[in-house]
């Protein structure tokens, strides 16, 4: 069972939203309880949605090949033709331990670049997520992060 914690509603407001979500956090400190409760709202809402966690190698070995590859995986979307977000076409695709990805500031940005007005990613990340040496596009404009402390 997922326990409630302040900063949800402000996470789930944000999934209208045109920018990625990013959720960050300490190990242990709930991101991937979070996504999984709010990946099954959104199921539970007939959106379509789709989850990978980056724990899978072979997910990940194909996805440090070229970003492309994630549509190995899930429905790709229709690429992105104008800036105008409509949400009832929007595919909300979850990814735990984007972090591993071996340029994830590069996955992510040519993913919301090619797909972002069809595509919301909502990725979790260690709290050294947007401080470690492999990530080095700041992803301005493209995203949000949320962090989770290891309280409620």
Known sequence: MYIERKIDPEIRKHLGKK???IVT???QSGKTSLIQALYKELQNQ???VSYLTFEDREILSAINKHPEEIFSFVKRPAKSMTNNHKEAEVQFLFIDEAQVVSAPSN???YLYDVYGGNLKVIAT???AFYIDRKFKDSLAGRKRIFELKTHF
């Open 19 to 21: 920018e990625f979500t």
């Open 25 to 27: 956090g300490p190990r």
């Open 46 to 48: 007939n959106r379509i």
């Open 107 to 109: 996955f992510l940005k």
């Open 125 to 127: 990340g260690s709290s």
